[in-house]
């Protein structure tokens, strides 16, 4: 019955939200932005709360990582909301017109999806980024986030409100579903009569459930096996520095390097600069032989190990004979999300970008990249892997529809 309430509610909000301006949805907006600012100290102490009992389970610090906030995400939270004011509000654009020949104007519009509803876990800055994506495409969202981060989603939730309430816009424009047991997850993903379409944002597990349970259409964000390809004539330099930062920067995040790959005539002169400065930072490296007999510190790798996500501070790595293997060793085992080759050679570069199968694919950067904000969307409800209408990093076009408008002047069919 909560499920039906949150349901119904979502759906009024949604032909409220339809009427608002652009300038209205910037004000509310910002107003939410400067709310998340002045009443941070309320999202730290709930958040304080669920890392202290993540930590008491004995959640991975890669995960605890994803789970926590300071001021510092709490501010990008806020500058994500307010990069998205300066964004174009795609509601209402016409992406074609045209006349036929029997006088009808036809027109292609843009439209929100209507009632989103996400499921995703851990990491509460999804909440407010989430929030932000939807609002300004004017959809209603119902949030499910997990049990390791209720109490901060509580907070930022009943924050957004608030500032909603105050604007005098519907404050069900956001809602989040409190109850976190499993059923209600798989309840929720049976709510065709309300959701329009469900994103499920979290580990492979997750997904996979969304996946196989939903009855609503379900857009597939993905889990983050990452490969960097070393060719042979990659600067080993930017290798190290491009491998460190997409391996180490933030462990947590589906974004970040899990698989490494070293062409064979390289390796003997990269693979100890690489080690060195990843066992600095407590990286444990599993290679295959090749790399065993380069550094007795790598620990010998199993099959399992060429297709995980680690979201710890573990690498794979392998050494290939040439860019053919390397391309077909990622294909087979990547999770089609961020791909890098780190080279100088211009044609193979090319043929990475042509042949590489992901959603997002680098020469000579950091696979760190792919998210919404670094690519100039204000933030992201998620990083799609599939292939149908939306890949990659899912902006504010990604989160529309469209719908025909047709005007005539009285004709008829023959």
């Given at each position: 019955m909560m499920l039906e309430t949150l349901g119904i509610q979502a759906k009024a909000a949604e032909k409220e939200l339809v009427k608002l301006?652009?300038?209205?949805?910037?004000?509310?907006?910002?107003?939410?932005?400067?709310?998340?600012?002045?009443?941070?100290?309320?999202?730290?102490?709930?958040?304080?709360?669920?890392?202290?009992?993540?930590?008491?389970?004995?959640?991975?610090?890669?995960m605890v990582d994803r789970l926590s906030l300071n001021d510092d995400r709490i501010r990008a939270m806020a500058d994500g909301l307010i990069s998205l004011i300066g964004l174009e509000d795609p509601i209402g654009e016409i992406l074609e017109a045209k006349i036929r020949p029997n006088?009808?104007?036809?027109?292609?519009?843009?439209?929100?999806?209507?009632?989103?509803?996400?499921?995703?876990?851990?990491?509460?800055?999804?909440?407010?980024?989430?929030?932000?994506?939807?609002?300004?495409?004017?959809?209603?969202v119902i949030l499910k986030g997990g049990s390791d981060a209720i109490l901060s989603n509580k907070a930022i939730v009943a924050i957004i409100r608030k500032a909603l309430s105050e604007q005098g816009v519907t404050p069900d424009a956001i809602q989040l579903v409190e109850d976190t047991n499993r059923e209600t997850a798989k309840k929720l993903m049976q709510m065709k009569q309300y959701l329009d379409v469900l994103i499920p944002?979290?580990?492979?597990?997750?997904?996979?459930?969304?996946?196989?349970?939903?009855?609503?259409?379900?857009?597939?964000?993905?889990?983050?096996?990452?490969?960097?390809?070393?060719?042979?004539?990659?600067?080993?330099?930017?290798?190290?520095?491009?491998i460190d930062n997409a391996k180490t920067q933030r462990i947590g995040v589906c974004n970040a390097c899990e698989s490494l790959l070293i062409h064979k005539d390289i390796a003997s002169e990269v693979l100890p600069v690489i080690c060195e400065r990843l066992f600095n930072k407590?990286?444990?490296?599993?290679?295959?032989e090749n790399c065993c007999r380069l550094n007795n510190k790598i620990v010998?790798?199993?099959?399992?190990?060429?297709?995980?996500?680690?979201?710890?501070?573990?690498?794979?790595?392998?050494?290939?004979?040439?860019?053919?293997?390397?391309?077909?060793?990622?294909?087979?085992?990547?999770?089609?999300?961020?791909?890098?080759?780190?080279?100088k050679d211009y044609?193979?570069?090319?043929?990475?970008?042509?042949?590489?199968?992901?959603?997002?694919?680098?020469?000579?950067?950091?696979?760190?990249?792919?998210?919404?904000?670094?690519?100039?969307?204000?933030?992201?409800?998620?990083?799609?892997?599939?292939k149908l209408h939306a890949?990659?990093?899912?902006?504010?076009?990604?989160?529309?529809?469209?719908?025909?408008?047709?005007?005539?002047?009285?004709?008829v069919r023959p």
């Open positions: 301006n652009s300038t209205k949805k910037n004000e509310c907006l910002q107003a939410v932005a400067d709310a998340l600012i002045k009443e941070s100290s309320d999202i730290l102490k709930a958040n304080d709360e669920d890392v202290r009992v993540a930590r008491e389970k004995g959640m991975k610090e890669g006088g009808l104007e036809i027109g292609k519009k843009r439209v929100p999806l209507g009632v989103i509803g996400i499921i995703y876990e851990s990491r509460p800055n999804v909440t407010a980024d989430a929030f932000g994506l939807c609002f300004k495409t004017s959809n209603a944002r979290g580990g492979a597990g997750l997904i996979r459930t969304v996946v196989e349970n939903s009855t609503v259409p379900v857009i597939e964000t993905g889990t983050g096996n990452c490969h960097i390809y070393v060719d042979a004539s990659a600067d080993i330099p930017m290798a190290v520095d491009i407590n990286v444990e490296i599993r290679g295959d010998p790798a199993t099959e399992e190990d060429w297709g995980q996500e680690y979201l710890d501070y573990i690498l794979s790595a392998k050494i290939v004979n040439n860019l053919d293997e390397a391309i077909d060793h990622i294909n087979k085992y990547n999770t089609k999300h961020s791909e890098a080759i780190i080279t044609a193979n570069a090319r043929r990475f970008l042509e042949e590489v199968d992901a959603a997002a694919v680098y020469v000579n950067a950091s696979t760190r990249f792919t998210d919404g904000f670094e690519f100039g969307f204000g933030a992201e409800i998620g990083i799609s892997t599939q890949r990659g990093p899912m902006g504010l076009k990604e989160l529309t529809t469209t719908k025909y408008i047709i005007y005539g002047s009285g004709q």
